[in-house]
């Protein structure tokens, strides 16, 4: 393509600026944002061609548009970018939520004006900023792709397209089945590490190994960002942590029991599960 | 030393092997266990220089024994040893619980006879066997050695230099301070992660990404030997799952209000803890 514009340089669009600028993706690609010193970093580590503060020029002749800012600014900024794209230009996102960004924007985008099909790729990290951006975030990971009977059938095509020529492969779901399901593999996980890592003295810390860290590592991740994805997928995020409760509650009355037997079942049942995932 | 003996040759007896050996550490390393198969796997990778399935032969002139067997049959297992071997020869052991061992022997042990103190080496894996074994496990990680009122001050010295000779760095804890630090370092975030892992549906596997991963890695441990750990530590396992639930609850009842202050603050939290352990 001619012109890709990424709204917002962090770790995912500035790892989809070095993705594209590898591949040789776009001929240009406009690094559109409100912080100078990031975009800079950003254009520095060759993931964006250009700086731009203004909307305006960022976008006027933008083919594809990938939002890559907190879920909860994602559906306001496509609404107000809307009127200075050219018609047809395909809007997509990075966010970790799709249900409330997707629907608000079948309702408030104007037609005809910029196409928009959601997107979710299943890569990133606790850190944050362009500095650690990775061409190859996305090779090999799924992107959740969640376009609805009202996509554009070209929309679809191009985004779709976009994702596996970064690496990735692309899962189509529905958004509101994409939330429940984030809610399960990514949500409710955060929280509790979260609340794991919450319940450790410091004069404890020396007496943690890698089931610790691991188990806790995305606790580091901005608390913003998080606050924003949970209230977006709040019934979810609510319904998953009462999944989670029920076993707890399961593992405290084989223990409170000293039940050998149900406590060896349950472990081995999420063993399994584990299992199946491979390391 | 002489003669070291090894009993339980798997992940951590196997790597116990590896390092002393590769240090220079025994001049016979003598590997005891049930299993030939993995016996002979463990000679086979160096970990151990003589192969024994009946106690005596093992035991008859070792200056130290290290038991690494499940938690629930070493203290057993120390108590029917010790007529086997030479008066002074000090037994330790690399169990994940302490209070009901150290409680057990410092009863059950003849006097004279073998000198025990109890460790515990914060290395390890979901892992099992010696063909996992690694002669770096313990380095620059910490070993808790739990002497109590009653522990000879040759068994403790002999103890601690040799975790230190590992490449570990020791810390002292009574053995009921140990085993409260363990459940909410690890027994309890072991829990939490099979509980976590049990609520993935497997329709949704390929939705899971390094964050899911992470989180429930260690629920892919052996459920055997868990079961054990959570048996032998129930008082303390059980406080810390509710400490974890109380947190729980605070985030759910945040959600609920669709409070972002709280949620953020409550992130805030479990960042501050996560950010201070490094990655």
New interface residues.
């Given amino acids: 393509m001619d012109v890709l514009t990424i709204v917002g340089v962090g770790l995912i669009g500035g790892s989809i600026g070095l993705a594209v600028k590898r591949r040789g993706l776009a001929r240009r690609v406009r690094g559109l944002g409100r912080t100078p010193a990031t975009l800079d970093k950003a254009r520095s580590l060759g993931a964006i061609d250009e700086i731009h503060l203004e909307p305006a020029a960022a976008l006027r002749d933008a083919e594809l548009v990938v939002f890559c800012t907190p879920v909860d600014q994602i559906a306001d900024q496509a609404v107000r970018f809307a009127s200075l794209c050219p018609p047809q230009t395909i809007f997509t996102d990075a966010g970790s939520t799709k249900a409330l960004i997707v629907e608000r924007l079948e309702r408030d985008l104007p037609a005809p004006g910029p196409l928009f099909v959601g997107s979710h790729p299943?890569?990133?990290?606790e850190k944050r900023g362009p500095e650690f951006a990775d061409p190859d975030l996305f090779q090999g990971?799924?992107t959740?792709v969640t376009p609805t009977a009202r996509t554009a059938p070209t929309a679809l095509a191009t985004v779709q397209q976009f994702w596996e020529r970064l690496g990735s492969w692309v899962?189509l779901m529905p958004p509101r089945e994409h939330d429940r399901?984030?809610a399960?593999?990514?949500h409710?996980?955060?929280?509790?590490?979260?609340?794991?890592?919450?319940?450790?003295?410091?004069a404890?810390?020396?007496?943690?190994?890698?089931?610790?860290?691991?188990?806790?590592?995305?606790?580091?991740?901005?608390?913003?960002l998080?606050?924003?994805i949970?209230?977006h997928n709040?019934a979810a995020?609510?319904a998953?942590?009462e999944?989670?409760?029920a076993?707890?509650t399961d593992?405290?009355r084989a223990?409170?029991a000293?039940d050998?037997a149900a406590?060896?079942r349950?472990?081995?049942?999420?063993?399994e599960?584990?299992?199946?995932?491979g390391?």
């Avoid at 299943?122 to 990290?125: D, E, F, N, P, V």
């Fill in positions: 299943l890569a990133g990290s990971r799924c959740v899962r399901a984030l399960v593999t990514s409710v996980p955060h929280l509790v590490a979260a609340a794991l890592a919450t319940t450790l003295p410091p404890w810390r020396e007496l943690t190994a890698t089931g610790f860290r691991d188990t806790t590592r995305i606790a580091a991740g901005d608390p913003g998080w606050t924003a949970f209230r709040r995020v609510l998953g942590l999944a989670v409760a076993q707890l593992f405290r223990l409170e000293d050998g406590l060896t349950l472990l081995t049942q999420a063993k599960v584990r299992d199946a995932l390391s």
